[in-house]
C-alpha cells in the first residue's frame, strides 16, 4: 500500500508563489508517474503537472511557464514549484502516484490566491 501526503498550500496575493510537497512512502516499488491535479469548486479534477520515473515532465497549458514539477528520490517527494499565482489557480491540490498495477492519491492541500 502507498500513502501520499501533501503539504504547502495556504493562501497567497496574485503575483506570489507556494511550494508543494508529496512524500510518498509504502510499497513505492514500481511508480512510474508522479503527477499533481486540482480541483477547483465546479469543476473537474485536472491535470497540472505529472513527471515521469526517467524525469520527463508534462504541464497544463494554463501552467506552463509558472510552475515547475521535480522530484527527489532520495526522499520520495514530489514538489510542485508555482510562480505568478493568480485568482483562477484556487483548488484543491493534489498529488498522485501510479504505477503500471495501481494508482494512489493524497488527499489534497487547498491553495487560494487572492486578488
Known amino acids: 500500500q502507498v500513502q501520499l501526503v501533501e503539504s504547502g498550500g495556504g493562501l497567497v496575493q496574485a503575483g506570489g508563489s507556494l511550494r508543494l510537497s508529496c512524500v510518498v512512502s509504502g510499497s513505492i516499488f514500481g511508480i512510474n508517474v508522479r503527477g499533481w491535479y486540482r480541483q477547483a469548486p465546479g469543476k473537474q479534477r485536472e491535470l497540472v503537472a505529472s513527471i515521469t520515473s526517467g524525469g520527463s515532465a508534462n504541464y497544463a497549458d494554463s501552467v506552463k511557464g509558472r510552475f515547475t514539477i521535480s522530484r527527489d528520490n532520495a526522499k520520495n517527494t514530489v514538489y510542485l514549484q508555482m510562480n505568478s499565482l493568480n485568482p483562477e489557480d484556487t483548488a484543491v491540490y493534489s498529488c498522485?502516484?501510479?504505477?503500471?498495477?495501481?494508482?494512489?492519491w493524497g488527499q489534497g492541500t487547498q491553495v487560494t490566491v487572492s486578488s
Open positions: 498522485n502516484a501510479r504505477s503500471k498495477l495501481w494508482s494512489s
